[in-house]
């Protein structure tokens, strides 16, 4: 998948294990990254998501924006390196 992958709330709530209904509830809470629509759906940044995902699974505190998670997720990859 690619860093920025494109994905609806079922998308992604069927690859980070949540209801559809919360990741648009986290969507608007924290104000994911959106491509746009597709149809009816919101397409939303995975990337965003899955970052959000790994701080509340790991008891993190959300960084306020997708450019602050952007810099998590890079700063997470690099330590694993």
């Known amino acids: ?5 494109p994905v ?3 998308q992604a709530g069927e690859r980070l294990g949540r209801e559809p209904a919360t ?12 491509f746009g629509r ?3 759906e919101v397409v939303y940044d995975y990337a965003d998501l899955a970052v959000i995902e790994w701080c509340i699974w ?11 998670r952007d810099e998590l997720r890079t ?3 690099t330590a694993s390196v």
């Open 23 to 34: 990741i648009r509830k986290w969507a608007q809470r924290y104000k994911v990254r959106t």
């Open 58 to 68: 790991d008891g993190h505190e959300i960084p306020a924006t997708p450019e602050e």
């Open 1 to 5: 998948m690619t860093p920025h992958a």
């Open 8 to 10: 609806t709330a079922r």
């Open 38 to 40: 597709a149809g009816r």
């Open 75 to 77: 700063a997470r990859r």
